[in-house]
């Protein structure tokens, strides 16, 4: 009977060992299957071409970009050592004064960007002119440096075209609807807060997330304040003006309201810039922007109706706009009646310069300011350096 119980205990032995042997292959074979393949390894592993951009190419250099995060530098630093060097006359490059250094990051690379942890080390770069090959870090996350490369760079053009929506807003005057003044002036307060570059929120998703509902809340507003905007010049161009001085004072109401409309339509813009530079090319150019041509041609619809308005206007005021004058009525008619019989002139009255440049401005047409959406996310992420300073050359044509 005990030899039963040996003959049991052996082969019960004998199936857990094979057991274990079994399973130890599948975990080995597990893992190996998670590792980047010799073949791609060897490709991410190659150093980085960093060469001298030789003089004959005549690069312009007033559409370098300053990268100035330091946070950001360090990544370039790490995803590209020898731009950074070559920079710095550190290594085996003898850098000079003035010479410029060039590193391509292919296209794709950025619009990738939120995933640039993932796919660390599965691009190559391009390099121009002549220079040495210097060794690199191939596992770094150049995808995530490519997007916040781009992304810094729609920051800053943000900022640029905030300053100058902030100047139009400054030639509004004030009037009596300061409540709607100061929303305005608060909206374009917290968009120009909202811009700073900060790497933590472009490489953190919940930190993004935050930015984009922000963004999201920012563009509710917008939407309401240009609506308003919309409906008082509609508003304006939808009464008659009894006389001269009511076409007057509707006249220069309107003007403060077209501002508004025009610089509102450019925070929505930027808003929507905001919003794709955020998402780092992952959402449409379409997506992000399909409200501002839409509220862009309800601002050109009403200043349509505005100038319909004032040709009425001019029709039942006797006003000539290009001779800068308008008829005399009531009691200033019959004074001037009998001057009149020998001098023609007299039968007119001149207007204010002022207000023959506004009438003339707001039946020109025209509206908010077109402009040429880009996707930088999708194109190469092209990256200088010059006297160890490191810029970013957006696409040309396209800046």
């Known amino acids: 009977m005990i030899y039963i119980w040996i003959a049991i205990g052996a082969v019960f032995a004998l199936a857990v060992g094979i057991g274990a042997f079994f399973i130890a292959r599948r975990v ?10 010799p073949a791609d390894r060897s490709e991410v592993e190659r150093a ?16 370098l970009v300053e ?4 946070k ?9 050592p020898g731009l950074m060097k070559a920079g710095n006359g550190v290594g085996n490059v003898a850098a000079h004064s003035g010479a410029l250094y060039r590193a391509v990051l292919p296209a794709g690379a950025a619009g990738n960007g939120l995933r640039g942890a993932d796919l660390a080390g599965q691009v190559s770069y391009v390099a121009v002119g002549q220079a040495s090959v210097l060794a690199a870090n191939a596992l770094v996350s150049v ?12 920051m800053l053009r943000i900022t640029q075209e905030l300053a100058e929506i902030g100047h139009e807003i400054g030639r509004i005057s004030a009037f009596q609807n300061n409540e709607y003044r100061s929303r305005v002036f608060a909206l374009a ?4 807060q909202s811009v700073e570059f900060r790497i933590e929120i472009m490489q953190t998703r919940e930190l993004r997330k935050a930015e984009l509902a922000k963004a999201d809340a920012m563009e509710q507003e917008c939407i309401q304040l240009l609506g308003q905007a ?7 161009a939808g009464e008659d003006a009894p006389d001269f001085r009511a076409y007057e004072r509707a006249t220069a109401e309107a003007q403060d309201w077209i501002l508004y409309a025009n610089a509102l339509s450019g925070i929505l813009r930027e808003i929507a810039d905001l919003r794709y530079a955020l998402w780092a090319g992952a959402v449409s150019r379409e997506q992000t922007t399909s409200l501002v041509p839409v509220y862009a041609q309800k601002v050109r619809q009403s200043l349509e109706q505005l100038a319909a308005w004032h040709g009425r206007q001019a029709r039942r005021l006797g006003i000539d706009v290009s001779a800068g004058n308008r008829r005399r009525k009531g009691w200033d008619k019959f004074v001037h009646w009998l001057p009149a019989l020998f001098n023609r002139e007299k039968k007119f ?12 401005a707001q039946t020109a047409g025209g509206g908010p300011t077109e402009r040429e959406e880009t996707d930088f996310f999708r194109e190469d992420v092209e990256l200088i350096q010059k006297d160890g300073k490191v810029y970013y050359l957006p696409p040309e044509n396209k800046k």
């Open 28 to 37: 080995i074979a597990v893992r190996r299957s998670r590792q980047i393949p």
């Open 349 to 360: 009255r001149a207007i204010p310069a002022d207000m023959v440049a506004m009438i003339e």
């Open 48 to 63: 980085i071409a960093v060469r001298e951009v030789p003089p004959e190419e005549h690069l312009d250099e007033s559409r």
């Open 189 to 192: 307060a917290r968009l120009r």
């Open 67 to 70: 990268i100035t995060d330091g």
């Open 143 to 154: 995808m995530g440096v490519a997007s916040m490369v781009v992304g810094q760079y729609y």
């Open 230 to 236: 919309i409906l008082a010049i509609a508003t304006v």
């Open 72 to 80: 950001l530098l360090a990544r370039i630093a790490g995803a590209v």
